[in-house]
């Protein structure tokens, strides 16, 4: 039997669900509303889910956006995939991270995803003839 956590779905609460795929609350989550939206196919990554999947779970998170809208109105959201150990991935079952954002719950906010690598994402270096 295989023993990934999001498999077992054991004290999961589904939040919203598809025929291919499912969505619940982060259970370490980094802001009000964090929620995670799998496959319902044990895949590890992105890349190994089929073109059914990544649409049954992209409509999926259209669903708990507005879920989440209604229920928390944030003021804005990061959606993130880790692919792999050197990306961050600690569970190896395919998860997109949908994160409600919230003026005011960073400093700067600029960059979002790019400041993943601390050193890389300065939007600063930026051209010149670009608005930020």
């Known amino acids: 039997m295989n023993n990934c956590v999001f498999c077992q779905r054991k004290s999961m609460e589904i939040i919203a669900e598809n025929d291919l795929a499912l969505a619940f609350y982060d259970a370490c989550p980094v802001s009000r509303g964090h929620t995670l939206v799998i496959p319902k196919r044990h895949v590890e990554t992105y890349f190994e889910a089929s ?3 990544q649409a049954a779970i992209s409509m999926l998170a259209g669903e708990v956006k507005q879920l989440l809208d209604n229920l928390h109105k944030p003021d804005g959201y990061n959606i993130g995939i ?5 990306a961050g991935q600690t569970i190896f079952h395919y998860h997109i991270h949908i994160i409600p954002r919230y003026l005011g719950d960073v400093k700067d906010p600029r960059g979002g995803v790019r400041k993943v690598i601390p050193t890389r994402g300065h939007l600063e270096k930026l051209s010149n003839n670009r608005q930020l």
Request: one cysteine or more; proline letters at 0%.
């Open 82 to 86: 880790n692919c792999g150990y050197a």
């Open 51 to 53: 073109a059914e999947e």
